[in-house]
């Protein structure tokens, strides 16, 4: 089962990918979250995406095209992988491609999780994230048990790419390098749109429904 999320940023694409890893035990593959990680290890590859990630840019290319490939050979995702956040940009739709050919797979659905932008807006702008684990949370839809707590006891900050004027710039940048990928995989007859509005539960059901072949 090889999967791409394709939708904006805040759409809900990290949660409701984490369920589908939960009930198909396969991984889920965020560049976000690994990109992340190394920003917060300072590794060379993470003082390279640090300013971009900061600015609401996308980081370039090659960088999350060497993550997502060595990802993939890694053995957890023989039975399949979810991919969130990746590709963003048609030459990384067209890296992914030469990848799987190489690899023998093909990607089986891309769902696009569809919301507006004044939603979007509102539900970045109250994430919280784990300092220490990367953990998401939302001030009003996913609070912590503990006030400005993760469960894993790590302290819940907001992302510096989560405040209004860097969410803006992410959505414009969505709308104009990665939206045009909606056509790119629609030609392929791989494109799946589904609406991201309503409970997380709903909208998993909507993506468990395309994935068993329950939806036309
Ligand atoms: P995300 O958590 O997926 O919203 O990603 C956070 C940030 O990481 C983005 O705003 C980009 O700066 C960077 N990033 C994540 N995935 C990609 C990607 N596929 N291509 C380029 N930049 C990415």
Redesign the pocket.
């Given at each position: 089962m090889n999967l791409i999320f394709l939708g904006p940023?805040?759409a809900g694409?990290?949660t409701q990918a984490k369920l589908l890893t939960e009930k198909y035990n396969i991984p889920q593959i965020?560049?976000?979250?690994i990109?992340?990680g190394a920003v917060r290890e300072a590794t060379p590859m993470g003082v390279k995406?640090k300013g971009?990630?900061e600015?609401?840019?996308?980081?370039?290319?090659e960088?999350?095209i060497g993550i997502?490939e060595e990802r993939l050979a890694k053995p957890d995702c023989v039975k399949g992988f979810i991919l969130?956040?990746?590709?963003?940009?048609v030459a990384?739709a067209d890296a992914l491609q030469r990848m799987l050919n190489g690899l023998d797979r093909a990607i089986e659905h891309v769902i696009s999780v569809e919301v507006d932008n004044a939603e979007l807006l509102e539900r970045m702008a109250g994430r919280r994230t784990c300092r220490a684990c990367g953990r998401g949370y939302h001030v009003t839809f996913d609070q912590p048990k503990v006030k400005d707590r993760c469960e894993c006891g790590g302290e819940l900050y907001q992302?510096d790419?989560d405040r209004e004027e860097t969410i803006r710039k992410?959505l414009t940048?969505y709308e104009a390098q990665t939206a045009p990928l909606k056509q790119y995989y629609a030609g392929e007859s791989l494109l799946r749109p589904i609406s991201g509005i309503g409970s997380i539960d709903e909208i998993q059901r909507r993506i468990v429904a395309i994935i068993e072949g329950r939806q036309g």
């Open positions: 940023p805040g694409k990290g965020s560049t976000g979250d990109l992340r995406a971009f990630m600015s609401g840019a996308l980081v370039p290319d960088v999350v997502v969130d956040g990746f590709p963003r940009t990384q992302r790419d992410r940048v």
